[in-house]
Nanobody
């Protein structure tokens, strides 16, 4: 499967952005999808993940209540709605996917086999 992330940009603190991750391949519906981010000088960190059915979602504590992950099977796309953005949310955001990933691995970047190219989100104060 190939992943294409988009939707990043420059936004003021308190604003919103919606990231999209379009996936190719007919087996998208069986893939666990996740969003990770990497800020300058920092390691890649988990942001959110959604099960293959869409029935379960997981979030990093730092984004709970502000970010929402969702998926549209008909469009083979995963979204990350980001509200109440903060300057510390500034990072390159990557989408990732893996087929039949165990739930306890959804927050582990190394567990994902497929990655998008990343989209830059910059939040100004």
């Amino acid at each position: 499967v190939q992943l294409q992330a988009s939707g990043g940009g420059l936004v003021q603190a308190g604003g919103s952005l919606r990231l999209s991750c379009a996936a190719s391949g007919r087996t998208f519906s069986t893939y666990v999808m996740g969003w990770f981010r990497q800020a300058p000088g920092k390691e890649r960190e988990f942001v959110a993940a959604i099960s293959w059915s869409g029935g379960r979602t997981y979030y990093a504590d730092s984004v709970k209540g502000r970010f929402t992950i969702s998926r549209d099977g008909a469009k083979n796309t995963v979204y990350l709605q980001m509200n109440s953005l903060k300057p510390e949310d500034t990072a390159i955001y990557y989408c990732a996917g893996d087929q039949f990933l165990p739930l306890n691995k959804m927050v582990v970047a190394d567990a994902y086999d497929y990655w998008g190219q990343g989209t830059l989100v910059t939040v100004s104060s």
